[in-house]
């Protein structure tokens, strides 16, 4: 494949999962490249392409150079998408689109709902939903079925639900947010042709959601994690306020879709990995208290939900040998990095075993996933009980597994198990 060949923005080329055909040239070739505008591209702009593990970390660290807003006013728009956001969207207003001081405050005052003693706090009720979401799918089993819709039952009805709790939500309204979530990756990533009037539609009612959940959580608060973000006080140079309700607004959007896309994609494709690996599946099975830790890395790496992230550059840069300009955008490919032949041995093998497993699947730096513990705990107390309960039984993919158009998410769209007696 030559360099001129390759257009990131060609969603096309993502729908089979992540080209690695063109991560491999770009890391061979080009590990820090100009990725020249295309028809496709956002905003008629070209951009840098970061595809190498160590050169990701590196970009990914030195947040003073490389913005998650604006590039300190390097641009009027910016963000984490490769489109420019405007700033009363989402940069400066979302966490992940923040930079210091004000994302240092953000960031303290949220991660306390994802301290350890909260998830050990947490964990009883994360086995009871994933036991209740089972018991259904093991009946039908039972009955005579033999497959069932993994994505949909399971994949995706645990992280909804445990973020859900997290954040307080009635269980009544729990349905709404799969939609809601999965409006704003499509939006995240559409291209030219996309009739975006739903999605748009879609967001709306999230925001007005959130926008009535903001203010009864003002007016009687309670334990929830929302409640405390509403309700909180940050220093703001030494000027203490309370996030307006925009900002609370964005935390919402930000804490359904992250706590329910990354994670649904991670144990989707993970599963269907370890299932193509039947030898590992056995011995995963065998020995669930040895291996699972291991397993879990190795999925995340593997499935890489996210493809990419995008910085702006803060000021004139030398990296890599190539002139980066202020204002320039800059994706770094999670899902390259985790690919990277200089750290992973035989990266394109799926290895429960693996011992040296540094993945980037929560990113790095400043911005490391802020679930990332959480999300671990809900892959492994899954991955416990779906190994006990499926015992005596022979599990398999049904399906090729089908991915969603985007270059932003690996997002999976359809994953299916067929599941004969052993």
């Known amino acids: 494949m030559k360099l001129s060949d390759i257009n990131l923005c060609d969603l096309a080329q993502f ?38 593990h160590a050169d990701a970390r590196a970009i990914l660290k030195n947040h003073e150079d490389f913005s998650s807003e604006t590039g300190y006013g390097a641009r009027v728009g910016g963000g ?29 005052l949220v991660s306390q709902g994802f301290y350890p003693r909260t998830l050990e706090a947490l964990e009883p009720e994360i086995r009871r939903l994933t036991r209740r979401l ?6 039908d089993l039972d009955a005579g079925a033999t497959e ?5 039952r399971v994949a995706t009805e645990l992280p909804l639900q445990v973020i859900c709790t997290v954040g307080g939500l009635p269980e009544a309204d729990w349905h709404h947010m799969v ?47 929302m409640s405390i973000i509403v309700n909180a006080e940050i220093n703001n140079a030494g000027n203490p306020r309370k996030l307006d309700d925009l900002e609370a607004i964005r935390f919402f959007n930000l804490l359904i879709t992250g706590g329910t896309e990354t994670t649904r994609n991670s144990i989707a494709y993970g599963y269907y990995a370890l299932l193509q690996h039947p030898e590992q599946y056995a ?33 004139d840069v030398e990296y890599g040998d190539q002139q980066i300009k202020r204002g320039d955008k800059v994706t770094v490919w999670y899902s390259s990095a ?58 398999q993919p049904a399906n ?15 994953m299916r198990v067929r599941v004969t007696p052993r």
């Open 400 to 414: 090729d597994i089908r991915f969603i158009r985007s270059n932003r998410h690996q997002g999976v769209a359809d």
């Open 15 to 52: 729908e089979q999962g992540c080209p690695e055909a063109i991560f491999r040239t770009l890391r061979e070739q080009a590990p820090v490249w100009f990725h020249p505008a295309t028809p496709q591209a956002p905003d008629g702009e070209g951009f840098w392409v970061i595809s190498k």
């Open 338 to 395: 985790n690919r990277d032949a200089d750290v992973f041995e035989d990266p394109y093998t799926f290895n429960i075993y693996r011992k040296k497993n540094p993945q980037v699947a929560f990113g790095y730096g400043i911005h490391h996933c802020l679930g990332a513990a959480l999300a671990r705990l809900e892959m492994k107390i899954l991955f416990q009980e779906l190994l006990a309960c499926m015992k005596g039984r022979n599990p």
């Open 134 to 139: 089972l018991e259904p799918v093991l009946r």
């Open 179 to 225: 939609e809601w979530a999965d409006a704003a990756i499509a939006f995240a990533a559409h291209d030219k042709d996309t009739d975006t009037a739903p999605l748009i539609a879609k967001m709306t009612e999230m925001g007005m959601y959130a926008y009535g959940l903001v203010q009864k959580l003002r007016a009687e608060p309670n334990d929830s994690l």
């Open 80 to 108: 984490t998408t490769l489109g420019d956001m405007s700033t009363d969207m989402a940069p400066g207003l979302v966490l992940a689109m923040m930079d210091p001081p004000k994302h240092d405050e953000i960031r303290g």
């Open 148 to 152: 069932f819709d993994f994505l949909n």
């Open 283 to 315: 011995a995963l099975e065998d020995n669930p208290d040895e291996l699972l830790d291991g397993a879990l890395e190795e999925m995340l790496r593997w499935s890489s939900a996210v493809h990419f992230n995008r910085r702006t550059a803060a000021r």
